[in-house]
């Protein structure tokens, strides 16, 4: 169960509430490559307090005895990853890594190259066995796109890496979209797709197996944060008619979800996706929601028992601070995190 740990969040979620112990592994980051072959070590903080709060967190993550691993990239960070790899940077690049992991402890690094172009397959590939050559002992972890059934395949370079790398988890969440052709959909479904809802976490997982990746090294995505529709879109499966979605990752967290638009009574759960939504008759909350999609504990444990039935290799989320309560009595302010540690640990 590898969780994912990031600076922006330093304060939002200190080192000492964090529950380590619910995970396996714990992704610190992120560390940015520069088109030099250097890496940005702020953290998202700054070039002092952010490499001592990687370290913090670092030392507290062993003492419960996780793995720790540095976040590499993000979304956007392709040019950067182009530059670093090139031939003339790709060595200077494997030892900036090398030297991030000690300096904060890291046991291995997850590298989050997005987007990747076919074009950027090779410098990849090159990249994954430079660093296994150059620390045969280290983590190395990748996470993937979920597939669209409709357009999407996966070619060779995903099971050349899979060869490479200790795990391979799909980024399954956040997958529905206001776009043509689409209904609404959920933030991450384990089934239920069709061509107007092309993406779930089984379609994603059955299309990277048959493409030779195999389940021991795949792990699937759980968001502690959702998506909004606005009207007149009111659950799954529904004609778009001009709606849109004005909040997902950060600002429909599941925090934000529990304290801006919860209600008992407006909560539905979809027996064939198996994840819950809260259903709106009308523009609801800061964001004007009608129909809220996320993950809650009900879901997460319908994940677990896929990920185990399925024989994969564990679990991703993103990201551990978006599902923390700060305003709920003491010992139910991580009620995903909880879910986690009962299905995964």
């Not at 250097?38 to 002092?48: C, G, H, K, R």
């Not at 003492?63 to 590499?72: F, N």
């Not at 950027?120 to 994954?128: N, Q």
Request: glycine share 10%.
């Amino acid at each position: 169960m590898t969780g994912y740990y990031v600076g922006w969040e330093a304060q939002t979620y200190p080192v000492n509430v964090v529950d380590f112990a619910a995970m396996s592994h714990v992704v610190i980051g992120p560390v940015i490559p520069q088109a030099d072959g250097s890496l940005d070590t702020t953290f998202s903080i700054d070039a002092t307090s952010g490499p001592q709060w990687a370290s913090s967190a670092s030392t507290a993550a062993h003492a419960a005895g996780d793995h720790v691993l540095l976040w590499v990239g993000g979304a956007d960070s392709a040019s950067g990853f182009e530059g670093a790899t090139s031939s003339a940077n790709l060595s200077a690049f494997v030892n900036a890594l090398l030297a991030a992991m000690q300096t904060t402890g890291a046991e291995g690094v997850d590298l989050d190259w997005e987007p990747i172009p076919t074009s950027d397959e090779a410098s990849f590939l090159a990249l994954l066995q430079a660093l296994r050559a150059a620390a045969p002992n280290a983590i190395l972890t990748m996470p993937v796109g979920a597939l669209n059934m409709n357009i999407d395949t996966v070619d060779g370079f995903y099971v050349s890496a899979s060869g490479i790398v200790d795990q391979m988890n799909i980024m399954s969440y956040g997958v529905a979209g206001a776009w043509s052709g689409w209904e609404s959909w959920h933030s991450s479904p384990l089934s239920g797709e069709s061509p107007s809802t092309p993406v779930s976490i089984d379609t994603s997982v059955t299309a990277y197996e048959n493409a030779g990746v195999p389940a021991s090294k795949l792990g699937i995505g759980v968001g502690f944060y959702g998506l909004c529709y606005t009207p007149p879109v009111t659950g799954p499966k529904q004609a778009l008619n001009g709606s849109s979605i004005p909040a997902s990752d950060g600002t429909m967290s599941y925090t934000n979800i529990m304290e801006s638009y919860y209600d008992a009574s407006a909560a539905q759960w979809d027996d064939v996706a198996q994840v819950p939504y809260l259903s709106f008759a009308s523009a609801t909350g800061p964001a004007g929601c009608s129909y809220i999609s996320y993950d809650d504990a009900q879901s997460i444990a319908a994940k677990a028992s896929y990920v185990k039935s399925s024989g994969l290799g564990g679990v991703i989320v993103w990201e551990i601070a978006e599902g923390y309560l700060p305003n709920a009595a003491s010992g139910g302010r991580d009620p995903l995190m909880e879910a986690m540690r009962t299905g995964f640990r």
